[in-house]
């Protein structure tokens, strides 16, 4: 074997052993792409559901206030009162 033939064998096995490692990195960023996106819809999700839940409290208290009902305080950790109450 000729050193030329070294060398382009070396050079072959470099680009080849790059192509792999650069395939590996890429399809792990691919999956925390999509574990980012995944995370994002869910919060997303929530976000809609914490303000219809927080619309259907207040017409429930509203409808026991109406009947004379007086409704229990609201833990402050639902925040239904947007920051204006203590």
Do not use: C, P
């Given at each position: 074997m000729t050193a030329?033939?070294?060398i382009a064998i070396?050079?072959?096995s470099a680009g080849a052993i790059a192509?792999?490692?650069?395939?590996?990195?890429?399809?792990?960023?691919?999956?925390?792409?999509?574990?980012?996106?995944?995370m994002r819809a869910q919060i997303a999700?929530?976000?809609r559901w914490k303000i219809?839940?927080?619309h259907?409290?207040?017409?429930?208290r509203g409808e026991l206030a109406d009947r004379?009902?007086?409704s229990p305080e609201p833990p402050p950790e639902l925040e239904l009162y947007g920051g204006d109450r203590g």
């Open positions: 030329t033939e070294l070396l050079t072959a192509t792999g490692v650069g395939t590996i990195l890429n399809s792990r960023r691919a999956g925390a792409d999509d574990q980012i996106k995944a999700k929530l976000d219809v839940a927080r259907y409290i207040a017409q429930l004379g009902i007086q």
